[in-house]
Nanobody, 114 residues
Framework: QVRLVESGGGLVQAGGSLRLSCVAS????????MGWYRQAPGKQRELVAT???????NYADSVKGRFTISRDNAKNTVYLQMNSLKPEDTAVYYC????????WGQGTQVTVSS
């Protein structure tokens, strides 16, 4: 069993920054990918950024150059540094861990005011 706990969301003005954290516990392997997805009201959940065990990262076009994903395998933690936030970044952000199954965190709300 895997448990993912996100933190770091909140309310920020446009142009501001937030740093999300996701701590994984349970049967975790540093060989598996971890990442961030988001879901805005009335929209489907979408990929934000992912990182493989080899630290290869992949970003949605909408966040490239503004968001940075990083991973500390010793702490089983993945981070998402979000800079130059825009109102359209407002969503619930979910952490995801991919193994034989896909595990999701409970989500953390990010609200960007204009």
């Amino acid at each position: 069993q895997v448990r993912l706990v996100e933190s770091g969301g909140g309310l920020v003005q446009a142009g501001g920054s937030l740093r999300l954290s996701c701590v994984a516990s349970g049967s975790i392997s540093s060989l598996n990918a971890m990442g961030w997805y988001r879901q805005a009201p009335g929209k489907q959940r979408e990929l934000v950024a992912t990182m493989t065990s080899g630290r290869i990262s992949n970003y949605a076009d909408s966040v490239k150059g503004r968001f940075t994903i990083s991973r500390d395998n010793a702490k089983n933690t993945v981070y998402l540094q979000m800079n130059s936030l825009k109102p359209e970044d407002t969503a619930v952000y979910y952490c995801r861990y991919s193994a034989s199954f896909v595990y999701w965190g409970q989500g953390t709300q990010v609200t960007v005011s204009s």
